[in-house]
């Protein structure tokens, strides 16, 4: 949907626009330099577009222009001009691109920032496509005339004042390209003079693959950093690399180069974020890896090189080994992308290895961060599943709250006797504590770990196993359970007969009733069938699907606890108590309770209320 027209040479922006620009005006000026970063990568962008093109099509405008960047200022006129002579804009680029939000949650975004009162940072603005507008910040009023590459194209002026409206028209022919140009605020004047914006500039203009000239005096030296030696490249200049690529306020976390020769050749260097974004699992806003043919950029954001549980990392891949007028079709289906991205995953897991094993802080770092989308790959990447699930952490009942620890770890601890690896899932720790199915575990200190994230639910219960030990939820009913923990039950007999009871009161409710070996100090638990979910599974598929209805649930009775003795004693006097038989629903509704599945809790109430009464009897 284009804008709409107020008359020929007259446009309106929608109401989201507005509401944009509005924000980016009034409230997100923390650092308005980011503008000359905006605009420096738009033409740098543009430019890039006409080196390639160039490479395949002959019939384009001033086919033998310099590709290159000016940009002059005027102190005197307080006066700010940006030009390239890249690929520029048609007069419908103009309407269609300047002027509308490329992703529909920026808005919403932006909004949350600034209600949060977070430093509404301007950086963000770059990731989301909006890049051009960050110039709102230091003027009233932005000026761009383009002519597009095409033969025959003609020149247009686009005018805006911010907040409404914007205006085009037709001017006197100019050459190939885009000039934006604007008088700067007085509180901006500083962006008119030559050696601040010399200074400014200084940053990232080398990693610009064009020279780029301040009021004509030439200031970058055009280098790809990835070709350079590891012992020639100053951590200053990857940090500032990194930062011209990643939009990221923070250094990275880490990098790595590699220069692979052989059957395969490319260069690439890769940077690990510190933290993550907060749009980490939505692709639609990712630019992970950079494409270059032989240092000349193909493509941004680049899918074919990196499976998705990767995509977090940032960087520049260089091969020799594609054709020049290599388009998207031809990544996507392309064989050496196919093995570069093999190679690369290798790499990335073989870096995340090393941390995990001889840097654990900066591994514990990486994994509270980007932890759930690697544990995607598991899914999804069979190659490499082995040593994804090496790079697993978790909390465990055996450590304090937040140390996690590795499966390895856990297998080195089991017992001679322990056969499998139980964990359990949960939304948090502290409700996983309160989980009666954990007690037979901790009081013989049967190692269980703890599953938190909500990736899990997807993740983990397809890995069947680790060291050919079967990963097993201790919520399943058929576990093994070997350690004598049952003291002074009732009578075998008496057990059966409440065990028939429980099965008569509570019918079809459940699969099935058993006596509880695992139980301690609770009458009774829910615990999951063979063919059952997982409780937080099933929460998940619920979630998913409105019409999912939870399987049946054993129910264990615990026939040492003193409710059940109680129970047996009643059942003696007078097998058709009522008591006995509100006792029966009322532990079976406690335990549903527990878990957050009680349909409703009236009846439960109403009984509760009874046994109170009872209870509170004087006699
Ligand atoms: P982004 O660059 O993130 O897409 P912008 O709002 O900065 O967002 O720019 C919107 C679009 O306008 C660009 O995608 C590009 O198509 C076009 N554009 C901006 N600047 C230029 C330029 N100097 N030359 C050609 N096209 C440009």
């Known amino acids: 949907m284009s804008d709409k027209q107020i008359n020929q040479n007259q446009y309106e922006y929608k109401a989201e626009m507005k509401q944009l620009l509005h924000l980016i005006v009034h409230s997100l000026y923390t650092h308005p330099e980011v503008f000359l970063r905006e605009l420096i990568s738009n033409s740098s962008d543009a430019l890039n577009k006409i080196r390639f093109r160039r490479l395949t099509d002959a019939n384009i405008l001033d086919p033998d222009s310099e590709l290159k960047i000016s940009i002059d200022v005027d102190e005197k006129e307080n006066t700010f001009a940006i030009t390239d002579t890249g690929i520029g804009m048609t007069k419908e680029d103009l309407i269609n691109r300047i002027g509308t939000i490329a992703s529909s949650g920026t808005l ?73 140009h604007f008088k700067l605020k007085d509180e901006f004047k500083e962006y008119s003079q030559n050696w601040n914006i010399k200074s400014t500039l200084k940053k990232y203009s080398n990693f610009v693959d064009f020279p780029i000239y301040v009021n004509g005096e030439k200031v970058n030296i055009v280098s790809a950093l990835w070709h350079r030696k590891k012992d020639e490249i100053k951590e200053e200049e990857l940090n500032d690399f990194y930062t011209f690529i990643s939009n990221d306020t923070k250094p990275p976390l880490d990098h790595l180069l590699l220069n692979i020769e052989g059957t395969l050749n490319f260069k690439a260097l890769i ?71 093999n190679v690369l995953t290798s790499r990335i897991i073989g870096q995340l290895e090393d941390w995990a094993e001889n840097d654990i802080p900066k591994y514990e770092k990486f ?111 058929d576990i093994d359970i070997n350690k004598d923990t049952v003291k002074e039950p009732v009578s075998e007999s008496q057990s059966k ?64 606890h003193q409710i059940i003795k109680n129970m047996a004693t009643l059942m003696l006097v007078d097998s058709n108590n009522e008591l006995i038989n509100n006792t029966i629903l009322q532990l079976y509704e406690g335990a549903l309770l527990l878990e957050g599945k009680l349909p409703s809790p009236n009846e439960f109430l109403r009984r509760m209320n009874e046994f109170i009464e009872i209870s509170t009897k004087k006699d």
């Not at 993550?276 to 493509?299: C, G, M, T, V």
């Not at 544990?375 to 140390?403: A, M, Y």
Request: net charge negative; aromatic share 12%.
């Open 497 to 560: 007969n409440i065990i028939e009871l429980f099965k008569k009161v509570l019918g079809n409710k459940v699969e099935d009733v058993i006596e509880s070996k695992r139980l301690i100090d609770y009458p009774v638990t829910l615990v999951v069938g063979k063919q059952g979910f997982d409780p937080q599974v099933e929460k998940m598929m619920q979630y998913i699907d409105k019409n999912f209805t939870h399987s049946k649930r054993i129910l264990e009775v615990n026939p040492s």
């Open 271 to 341: 940077f690990f974020p510190e933290t993550a974004p907060p749009n980490l699992f939505q692709d639609a806003l990712e630019k992970s890896l950079q494409l270059y043919s032989n240092r000349i950029f193909i493509q941004d954001d680049c899918k074919e090189l990196l499976p998705d549980y990767l995509k977090f990392v940032k960087g520049v891949v260089d091969t020799e080994e594609l054709p020049l007028n290599v388009s998207r079709e031809v990544t996507q289906s392309s064989p050496v992308l196919a093995k570069i991205k």
């Open 108 to 180: 919403e975004f932006l909004k949350k920032l600034k209600d949060e009162n977070k430093s509404a940072d301007a950086n963000l603005i770059g990731q989301f496509g909006v890049g051009f507008y960050s110039a709102f910040m230091v003027t009233d009023e932005i000026n761009i005339e383009s002519t597009y590459a095409d033969m025959n194209s003609k020149t247009y002026k686009w005018k805006s004042l911010g907040e409404d409206k914007f205006f085009i028209e037709e001017i006197e022919q100019k050459p190939r390209g885009t000039k934006i």
């Open 367 to 477: 994994y509270n961060n980007f932890g759930s989308l690697l544990k995607t790959g598991l899914n999804s990447d069979f190659t490499h599943k082995d040593k994804l699930i090496g790079l697993l952490r978790f909390e465990t009942s055996l450590k304090p709250k937040g140390e996690k620890v590795s499966l390895k770890d856990y297998v080195k601890r089991m017992a001679e006797d322990q056969k499998v690896i139980y964990y359990i899932m949960g939304d948090h720790r502290d409700l996983i504590e309160m989980n009666p199915n954990l007690e037979y575990f901790r009081k013989n200190d049967i190692e269980v770990l703890y599953l938190t994230d909500p990736v899990d639910v997807f993740t983990i219960p397809y890995i069947f196993e680790y060291d050919k030990k079967q990963l097993k939820s201790i919520e399943k009913s």
